[in-house]
């Protein structure tokens, strides 16, 4: 077997190719923005929590359909290609909203949005172990989880600096969003397309029968579900902390949206910090106390009255959430070393828990109030509690 040169001979140059795959982690993150644009929307609409809720989880959706055949795109075309392919996408999505706001409009916008990210998560990993591997290839990923941060944690900002500002939107109000991530998508196009990025030999494309036949090994099929979870309590905070917010202390939108900014920013910092606590603490510890966490805000949830409660809430489970999904990654592949490329299609598929969770969290919230939603998102913890119990102890 011929040995693999590194692709990039100084660091330089490795800067000059990493700068611009950050800027794609940072459009990345712009799939979070359907929680703060599903909430304007609805507002907008006159939507019940149902039909707003349909929004993320079309999103997550297109994770279940798109995730295989992207390796099989990415066999074929290049992995730098793949996600230029899914920046396209993205800025299509994005720039839909801005002709026009109706229900169908904004369907096919998110519908777009889900399928370019669905692409992007799945190559742009990939990608990244062109540029760099070894040690720091983890530590990498890890930083670009962190800007992809940055972008989910802007979202609700700039919807509502569009939605108040008395500068200029040229009339789109909250959607100026759009246009700006827009304009950045063009942006990270541009970049990545004029960075020379030397790609190895690709591997052999896994089928979705490969996939699915390793949910009959039980603790894969654990994994998986656990995957579910934990996209559906982070897309479920996402849409349903404002309106807590709203339906108890009675605030506008505008104000509210801000609980979504305080979720993603102890994401953030969880994320960042778990980098470093994991060199040092076992998985499973390390798990616990963050599903720990995720309860205790959920209790809190269930009764709070306070915005500064609600607010602890929220940090609560953004923090304990903001690891879930690298453990629970990594648990998986130990589980399974010889079908990596299998497990880590079926584990993105698992990001499909975005489309599940929203729409029960909708119908739970339209029967008895945002209480019912809480509910949907505490049979998740309880889940992730279990599967803790499950996981090797290794760090």
Not at 16 to 29: N, S, T, Y
Not at 48 to 74: C, E, K, R, Y
Not at 79 to 95: D, F, G, P
Request: glycine share 8%.
């Amino acid at each position: 077997m011929d040995t693999i040169q590194p692709l990039a001979t100084d660091k330089k140059s490795t800067l000059l190719q990493i700068v611009p795959v950050m800027l794609c982690f940072f459009a990345m993150g712009f799939v979070d923005l359907v929680g703060t644009a599903s909430n304007y929307v609805q507002k907008d609409l006159g939507l019940t929590d149902s039909q707003a809720n349909l929004f993320p989880s079309l999103v997550f959706f297109w994770f279940l359909i798109f995730s295989v055949p992207t390796g099989m795109l990415m066999n074929k075309i290049g992995r730098k290609k793949t996600v230029m392919a899914s920046l396209v996408v993205t800025a299509v999505s994005l720039i839909i909203p801005v002709t026009g706001d109706s229900y169908a409009t904004m369907l096919v916008s998110f519908s777009l949005l889900g399928i370019g990210n669905a692409i992007m998560q799945t190559s742009l990993n990939p990608l990244v172990s062109n540029l760099i591997s070894g040690d720091k290839l983890a530590s990498t990923l890890t930083f670009g989880q962190f800007v992809k941060a940055i972008a989910s944690f802007l979202a609700p900002v700039l919807a509502a600096w569009g939605a108040t500002t008395y500068l200029p939107t040229f009339g789109l109000g909250w959607r100026v969003l759009f246009v700006i991530y827009a304009v950045v998508s063009f942006v990270s196009i541009s970049a990545l397309g004029a960075t020379p990025i030397e790609e190895e030999r690709p591997d052999k494309a896994s089928g979705v029968g490969e996939c699915l036949r390793l949910l009959g090994r039980p603790f894969v099929l654990l994994c998986f579900i656990g995957i579910i979870c934990h996209v559906g309590i982070d897309v479920g905070t996402n849409t349903t902390a404002p309106k807590i917010i709203m339906e108890r202390l009675h605030l506008p939108l505008e104000e509210a949206g801000f609980a979504t900014g305080i979720y993603f920013i102890f994401r953030t910092a969880g994320a960042f910090a778990g980098a470093f606590i994991l060199r040092s603490v076992s998985q499973r510890l390390f798990l616990g106390v963050s599903v720990v966490m995720m309860l205790a805000a959920m209790a809190m949830l269930f009764v709070c009255d306070t915005l500064t409660s609600i607010y602890v809430a929220l940090a609560l489970i953004g923090f304990g959430n903001s690891n879930v999904f690298s453990i629970i990654f990594s648990q998986a592949l130990m589980y399974s070393p010889k079908e990596k490329n299998e497990v880590s299609g079926l584990m993105i598929m698992g990001l499909f828990g975005g489309t599940i969770f929203p729409l029960a969290m909708g119908y739970a919230a339209d029967a008895v109030g945002q209480v019912g939603a809480v509910a949907v998102m505490t049979a998740g913890v309880v889940y992730l509690l279990y599967y803790t119990l499950k996981i090797k102890t290794i760090k």
